[in-house]
Structure formats: C-alpha cells, structure tokens
C-alpha cells in the first residue's frame, strides 16, 4: 500500500467505480455494435447494395429508316458521349477540362462556356462533347488514369446517310425539352431521352422510338458510376420499329446535286400509281447530323439567323402564289362548270392585254397571243384568254369550286407542321382581310394565279396528281405500303381531263414553255409558272409542274419545284423538274443515268437530239 | 529484448496496446485512401501519418523520462501560454479540410496544429497542479471537508480554455475538456451528489424542451437538494436552483444562437430519420458501413461504402466505421477492448503512483480519453450526436496523434511516481 492509498481512502472505492463506469460504458458500445454488425447485419447488407447500386435507363436503338430500294436513311449506330463528373473542388473540373484540351477541340472561350454551366449545375455532370467518335473516345481510355472524373457514355446515337439530302424530310432528333414532357403526346417519356424534333422522325416518334430498358450500376456517394459502365442489364432495351418510306434516296441525293446552291426553293416528286412522296426536298438545307447529341448553341443560332432559313422546310411549310401553274385548275373549273370548251374561242384575242372597265390587263406575252383556244391557252399561258375565263366563271364559283377541290386545305401527308393553302373562302375573305368588299375583278387575278392565293409545293403537286390520275388522288405519302386516308377529288370528268393534259403535253411543243426541257426518252407534260410575290417584286418566284411518263403511256410521277425568285419558271424550274423526271424514269427502266440532258443543254453543247419535235 | 522494450515503455502493456493502435490506425489510414474514384489528397495522407507516429513516438522517449517535478513546474505556464494561443487562433486561425468554415488551426510556415490539442493536456497539467496543491491544503481531504463551492475554481481553470475551443467552434473537443473536469472531480473524491448538482443546469437544458418532462425534473432536483440540505448552504441550493431554473427559461434563447450545422445535429441525434441529405446523411451512411460489415467484415481496403465514397470524412472522425466495414464486428471488438484495456491500465495506474498529482495527472488523460472514445465510436452507431471528435491514435491527424503520444509519456511518467 503506497503513501497515495494511505492519503486518499476513497480512491480503492472510485478507481472501482470508475471501472464499473467502464465496464458498463463498454458494454453499451459492445451491444450497440452486436446489435447493428450481427442482428440487423443483412438489413445494412441490403442498404449497402441498394446504396451504390443505381438504376440506370439503357436507351434504345431508334428504328432504322429505309428508302423504297431497302437503301439506309437512317440508322442507330453507337454513339459516345463525354462527360465531367462533378466534384467537391471546382478547381478540378477547370483542371480536367484544360487537360481534355490536349485531346479535343476545345477553345478558351469553350471552356469558359461550359465552366458557366457547371456553376449553374454543380451536381450535374457536365456534358462536354455529346458526339464524340471512337478514337477520341479509345485515347482518353488510354489516358484515363490522368483523367479520372471524364466518363465515356455509350448510348446509341442517330445516323443520317445522306444526311443534308433528306434533312427536311427527315427532320432531326434531339433531347426532349420540359414543355414537351408536359404535353399528352409525350406523357410517358421522361428526362434525357432522345425524340424526333421534325419531319419522319417526329411523325412517326412512336413507332421509331423504342423502350428503354433498364441496368444497375456502382455508382460512389456523388453518383459517379465506379464500375464497368455497361453494369447488370435488368431488361433489355426494345429497339424502334425499322420503317420503309416511298422515297427514292437516289433520286434525293440527284435533286440535292442538280438544285442551285444558292437558290432556295422546293422540289417534290410524288409517284402518280399511289401518292407516294419519291423525293420531298427543300433548299437551302441543313446536316441534320449535326443535331445528334445536342447542336451547338453557337450553330443553332446561326442556322437560325440565316437570311435563307434552312430550317424552313419550303416543300410543305411554304407558301407561294402559284402563278400560272394555277390557270389548270381555273381551265378545270371551267370545263366542269360547261362553260367553256377543249377549242373554244374566247371573244377577245390576246393583244398583249385587255381592257376591263377602263382597266388594262396585261398579258405577260406584250406581243399578244392573238386567237387561241383553251388547248393553246394552257401551252402558251396566256392570261388574256385565262382573265375572259375567269370572268365567265364568276368570282362566286371560282371561289366556291377552287375551295371544293382543296386549295385552301391540307393534302394530309404524313408530316408534322403541313400548311394548308392560303386561298378565300369566301367574298367576306377581302372585309376581313382588306378591309373592303370584293371587286367581281379580284377573279381577274386570281384566274392567273395571283391575289389571295397561296400554296405548298406539295399543293401543287396534289392538284398535278389529281390530273395525272384523271381527277382523283390520295393523300401524298411518306410512308410506303401505308393506305392513304383522305382523296382529294378535283371532280372533273376523264374527257376533261384529257383537255387538261393535252394542254399541259403542249407545253413540251415548240413555242410552249417547256419545250427546251424535253427529254430524250420521256414525255413530259408540265406548267411553268411565273409569280410576282411581295418579296422581292422585280424578281417573280419560278415554278414548274409537270408530269412524266415513258411516251405515249400513262405519266408515272408528278414533279413540282420551285425557285424562290428564280424569275422564270421555264429556263430556271423546268429543267430541274424535267431532270429530277428524267433521272428517276431512267433509273426505273434501267436507262444510264449519266447522259441527263435537256434540250437546251443539247442545243448549247451541240449534241444532236433527233428526237425532239420541231 | 523484451527487458529492452520494458525499459523503454516503462509500462509495457500500455504501451504495446497504443502502439498496436496506432499501427492499425496508420493502416486503416491507408485504406481510406484505397477509392474508386482516386482522390489524389486522400491517397497518401497515411505516410505523413507514419511520420507523425514517429515522431510520437520521438516525444514518447523524450517526455516519459523528464523529470515529473519539472512537469508539475511547467503545468502552469503551459496552461497560460495555451490559453494564449487558443485566443490567438480565434483571431488569426485557419481552418481546414471539411472543417473549413472553422478556426481551429493555427500555420506557423508550412506547419499546421491544433492549439485545442495543447490545450487539451496543459489543461489537464493545470488542474492536477490545482487539485493535488488543494488536497494538500486540507490535509488529506476527507468527504466532510467538500463543499460545492470547491468545484468553482475547477470549473473555472477547465471553463476558460473550453470557451476558447466552443467558440472556434469545436465542439468534440470542448466536450473532451468537460470529460477531464468531471473526471477529475470525480477521482478528487467529490460527493457524487455535488457532480451531479454541478451538471445539472445542463440536464435542464436538455429537458427544458419538454415543459413536463422539466417540471418533472425540477421537482427531483428540489427533492434531493432538500434531502442534502444540512451539507448545503443555503445561497448554495439558491444558486444550484437558480441556476437551473435560468438555463431552463434561457434554453430556447441559446438555441437560436446555435449554429444551423449545430441544431440540426442536435435534431438529427434525437431523430436520425429527421434530415437524411444533411447532418443525418453521415449517421445513416456510418451506419449502413458498419451494418454491412456484419460479423467479419468486407476485408482490409475492400469497404464498399468507403470506396464509393459514401462515408463522410472517413479517414478522420468516421474511421471506426471504415474499421466496422472492414472487419466486421470482430475488429469493432478488438478496437474497443484495446482502448478499454488502455482506459483500465489509466485508471489501475491512477490508484497505484504516489504522488497527488501523478494521479490527477492520469485520471484526467482518462477522462479525455475516453470522452473522445465514447462520443466518436458511440455517435458511428448513434448513440451520441454526431460531433467533431477524433479517435485517440486512429484517426488521422498529426498534432492529435503527437498529443496523443505526449500524454501516454505523461501517463507512464506519472505512474513511475512514487
């Protein structure tokens, strides 16, 4: 026994308590530890899994697009993209990005970019290259250890072949925006998955786009996936259902080569046997790849400033006056009505113009036509002889009979955002829209295809259908082997139509509009057309409608295009229409296609065309 | 060689034990480093650990053989420049890691340490010095010669450096300076009657949210104060009552002087559901690390909670749970009873030295000690808030690991004391 026990005979007592308190103090850990590492052991085991294992949605391959040929529009191919995992430092995230510049085209002002956007979104991880390709993607594998918050995602990114060829018809895919998802239509779609924005792709989002399916990956307490990026596959993703359009890709790819490039207009080619749309083509047009994984805010802005808006699909969103493409349906209506006949007169001759009231009507040939029938009318497009038709028609009628056949409605093709044509529905159409009561003159210009009237490309090319088939035709389709549902009906009788087309085949002769785009091994039959706008008055918009057919058969295609002030429908639109003819006819009857020309081209290189009429 | 490490050691049990734990400690260091997403800071923090421990143990050899008059002589300058010091890092101190928006550190070049961690044993020195001089004074102290005012200046010389500490704010720490004072005065030989009239205003802070629960308490309070009233004076139970009563109505004001982190802490210990993202997070993830241990754990380096990074300052205050993962409720045991053997030697050696001093020496290393071992592995499990506190000899950090190996030196020193 020490002099400290002697002095202080309490403290045997509390070194005791002391080590009771210790015991007990112990004793409560020890079981508070059995309790969580033995009993509830498997709970926590379950929590431990659960905690790093995520869900993660594994997207689906959309359906791959086919033209009629089997020939691939589109398709899903793998796709990477690059992404910064976030972390508790920022300067990290400025670090990794400096030294992914060594491996990507990234500038400062990049940089600075998307270090804003990592700012605003701290826990986000940072997109940083939505499309990247597998050899950028297999050199950052390599220098993965100096890069560890850079995660390569592989999910299945869209692939367009003939990408600014069918841009317009296609349209183009891109991340579905919070507005969509609110909409009915997009009701079971969630964040971050890809949908189709225009054309094809948004029409037929439903079939095209597949199921998701669903994986588990590690993933460590900021989310970061920590294990093999493909993870435990739970359900397979469904791929979209593969579709075949009617489009001719060939042909698309032709039309995007002959089109000026610098003019913007439209060209669309229907098949006469069905409706069905063989090329649908927009000038100027866009890449449309150039959307997948997110465009760049800097080239969307551009695209969307252009002056010649490439976005804007002129085939089936335009609309233009139809010029004297028109005078068919006011001959139509004439026939129909009885009111006049395939080699009637009218009372006056064409002398370069007429007089209504004390008002001169010019006719655009300031020579005069002199006496011609309706057949010589159509092939000359004289407005004279149309102006006394309209007249005779009314402006009641016109209008009654003009909205009867569609002009001021959709042709129904299987494609987001179709405009329907502008025309009057009625004489209330000038109060409303002018302000004053219709004039019985207003049919003056309308007859020629000017005033109040407004129509799609793809319009024009219904009504051409309609005559091409002897009155009738389906709506256009894109989709091929699909029944067309609505018809439209121009409800004239099959020896008028005859009249119409004989009239359109004399275009083709000498002295008609198209005569200096004849072709070698088909017959054309078409309307040129000229057509004063008010965008640019001096300049008239050129249009071409025609239909073609090896000779003496039934015409097997209906091509329309247009030139946005392209001034002249016969030297600028009718050879691109007799061309885009010319080179699908020859592709169907096995015909090279590599000798395509006109009669004019013919004429200016001096080869010989024995074939042409003189 | 085993006369060789004895004579080095000086108390070879004790010793062996806090060199096992400090090993372990290194090595669990290192496995917290071990991620899946490397964090290059992370990574090598256990070699400047290895440093540290030597120099630890550098300390050990030096301080275990100064001469323990001379420490006695220096507890008291220890404590006033320490005092110093804590007042100067609320002014200019830094703070560090995730305990940034803190001042806890003070950087002296490239060198940072915790001046709370000086602190922490120059307290301890200073209050022995007070304790030992006044048993002294009253001649062998019996039980009839205690007064509750004796506890004043106790409370006072422990009261000022714990201030300091609560208002960098650090509250583990201050928590360890509470478990050296009421350690002390427990082993001074105090009615334990007057420890708990001494803690009482802060029971009546924890149940002054209850009006009931408070009133319940009260009337306790009045029953036992009544019933120990002939060893009390009477402006004594006026103040303990006074006291009580005030902390009890001022509860709620202190309260909302209470940082958010603070409250919510608070909140989240009396219901860890409560706010699972926020300060709930790092129950639940420490938690579900030790749970999923289970009985033999994951392996050494293979904790998937650390690895993924789900653990929350896992190689400082939640590396118990990293050990829990790892090895299972047989590591959790194995740590647990090297520390309580470390804790019984304290206590064994507090009741065999020789001088009065030595052994409120000893006893207050225990009070901190085990303060720091209960409140860390206790609030892995939730059984106490969670609170920034370190493992003694585990956890990483240089100047507590060196502190730590300062006070085994003073504790082996002192139970040499004859």
């Not at chain 1, 530890?33 to 926590?44: D, G, K, W």
């Not at chain 1, 150039?290 to 969307?300: L, M, Y």
Request: glycine share 10%; net charge negative.
């Amino acid at each position: 026994m020490n002099q400290f026990q002697v002095a202080h005979p309490e403290a045997s007592q509390r070194a005791r308590i002391a080590v009771v308190g210790l015991i007990a103090l112990f004793a409560v850990l020890t079981v508070a530890f059995f309790r969580l590492q033995v009993l509830e052991a498997n709970t926590y085991e379950l929590r431990s899994e659960s905690n790093r294992l995520r869900p993660f949605p594994i997207e689906a391959p959309r359906g791959a697009v086919f033209d009629r040929d089997g020939r691939v529009v589109a398709s899903s191919v793998p796709g990477y993209s690059l992404h910064v995992f976030p972390s508790a430092a920022s300067e990290v995230m400025e670090t990794t990005l400096e030294r992914l510049q060594s491996y990507l085209d990234l500038d400062d002002e990049r940089i600075e970019l998307l270090l804003e956007r990592a700012r605003r979104e701290p826990y986000q991880p940072l997109l940083v290259d939505g499309d990247a390709d597998f050899d950028l993607v297999s050199t950052l594998e390599e220098h993965r250890a100096e890069l560890p918050n850079v995660v390569v995602r592989m999910d299945p990114k869209r692939q367009y072949q003939a990408a600014r060829a069918v841009s317009h018809l296609m349209g183009y895919v891109g991340e579905v925006t919070a507005e969509e998802l609110e909409q009915e239509r997009y009701s079971e779609y969630s964040r971050g998955m890809t949908v189709g924005k225009e054309g094809v792709e948004r029409q037929y989002e439903a079939r095209l786009q597949g199921k998701r399916g669903l994986r588990y990956s590690e993933v460590d307490a900021l989310g970061r996936v920590v294990s093999s990026p493909f993870g435990q596959v739970v359900q397979a993703p469904e791929p979209g259902v593969d579709m075949q359009l009617n489009l001719d890709l060939d042909l698309m790819e032709w039309i995007h080569h002959i089109f000026p490039d610098s003019m913007r207009g439209a060209v669309v080619v229907l098949d006469a046997e069905d409706g069905g749309v063989l090329a649908l083509y927009s000038a100027p047009t866009f890449d449309p790849n150039s959307f997948v994984g997110g465009i760049e805010p800097d080239e969307w802005a551009s695209l969307n400033s252009d002056p010649d808006q490439p976005l804007f699909n002129r085939a089936v969103v335009g609309r233009y006056a139809p010029g004297s493409t028109w005078k068919l349906a006011v001959a139509a209506i004439g026939l129909q009505l009885g009111l006049v006949e395939a080699h009637e007169h009218m009372p006056q001759g064409c002398t370069g113009g007429m007089f209504v009231g004390n008002r001169r009507f010019g006719c655009w040939e300031e020579a005069g036509h002199g006496a011609l029938n309706l057949v010589e009318a159509i092939q000359h497009s004289c407005n004279v002889y149309f102006y006394q038709l309209g007249l005779r028609i009314g402006l009641e009628r016109l209008l009654a009979n003009a909205n009867e056949m569609g002009f001021a409605r959709q042709c129904g093709i299987d494609l987001p955002r179709e405009s329907p044509g502008v025309f009057p529905g009625g004489l209330g159409f000038w109060e409303e829209r002018f302000g004053y009561r219709a004039q019985e003159t207003e049919v003056l210009s309308l007859a020629i295809g000017q005033g109040p009237n407004d129509q799609t490309p793809l319009g024009i090319a219904q009504f051409y259908l309609a005559m091409a088939r002897g009155g009738q035709a389906p709506a256009p389709r894109i989709l091929r082997g699909e029944e067309a549902g609505a018809t439209w009906d121009i409800g004239i009788s099959p020896e008028h139509g005859e009249v119409l087309i004989e009239g359109l085949r004399r275009v083709f002769m000498p002295g008609g509009t198209g005569y200096m785009s004849s072709l070698e091994h088909w017959e054309l039959m078409g309307k040129s057309g000229t057509a004063q706008n008010a965008q640019d008055p001096d300049r008239s918009h050129a249009w071409f409608a025609a239909m073609a057919g090896p000779r003496g058969e039934q015409p097997e295609i209906v091509v329309v295009v247009l030139v946005e002030l392209g001034e002249s429908g016969s030297i600028v639109a009718a050879p691109l229409a007799a061309k885009s003819a010319d080179y699908f006819l020859r592709k169907r009857y096995g015909i090279p296609t590599d000798t395509i020309q006109t009669l004019r081209e013919h004429i200016l290189t001096g080869t010989p065309a024995p074939w042409a009429i003189w | 060689m085993r006369a060789l490490f004895s004579r080095w050691a000086l108390d070879s049990g004790f010793v062996l034990a806090l060199l096992a734990l400090s090993a372990f400690g290194v090595a669990m260091i290192y496995s917290t480093g071990q991620l899946n997403v490397p964090s290059p800071v992370v990574e090598g923090v256990w070699i400047r650990q290895l440093v540290w421990f030597a120099l630890g143990l550098t300390a050990f050899t030096i301080i275990s053989r100064i001469s323990s008059n001379w420490i006695e002589w220096i507890s008291v300058p220890a404590y006033v420049l320490a005092v110093v010091l804590l007042a100067v890092t609320l002014v200019v101190g830094t703070g560090r890691g995730t305990a940034a928006g803190v001042t806890s550190f003070l950087q002296f070049g490239g060198f940072q340490f915790q001046p709370a961690e000086v602190a922490k044993i120059a307290t301890i020195l200073a209050l022995a010095r007070l304790m030992a001089s006044r048993r002294e004074a009253t001649g062998h102290g019996s039980r009839r010669s205690w007064q509750l005012t004796d506890v004043i200046a106790p409370s006072a010389l422990v009261g000022l450096p714990l201030l300091l500490v609560l208002l960098q704010p650090d509250l583990g720490t201050a928590m360890a300076f509470v478990g050296i004072l009421m350690a002390v005065l427990f082993w001074s030989g105090i009615p334990l009657t007057y420890l708990f009239l001494l803690v009482s205003p802060a029971i009546a802070l924890i149940v002054s949210f209850n009006t009931w629960l408070f009133s319940a308490y009260m009337v306790v309070l009045v029953g036992l104060l009544y019933l120990r009233r002939s060893r009390l004076y009477t402006f004594e139970y006026v103040a303990v009552l006074v006291f009580n009563l005030a902390v009890g109505t001022v509860a709620r004001i202190l309260w909302d002087s209470l940082a958010p982190y603070q409250q919510n802490r608070v909140l989240v210990f009396l219901d860890p559901g409560l706010d699972p993202q926020q300060a709930g997070y790092h129950l639940v993830q420490s938690k579900v690390a030790i749970g999923s241990g289970g009985l033999t754990g994951k392996g050494f380096t293979l904790g998937t909670q650390k690895r993924f990074n789900f653990l929350p300052e896992q190689h400082t205050d939640f590396i118990f749970a990293v050990i829990g993962e790892e090895f299972g409720f047989v590591g959790t045991l194995l740590v647990l009873s090297g520390f309580a053997y470390v804790l019984f030697r304290l206590v064994r050696m507090a009741t065999g030295t020789g001088s009065h001093f030595a052994s409120f020496v000893l006893f207050g290393i225990f009070g901190a000690w085990i303060t720091h071992v209960f409140v860390n592995t206790g609030m892995t499990v939730g059984l106490v808030p969670v609170t920034g506190i370190p493992l003694p000899f585990i956890s990483y950090g240089g100047s507590f690991l060196l502190m730590c190996w300062v006070a085994a030196a003073l504790a082996v020193r002192a139970a040499r004391q004859h």
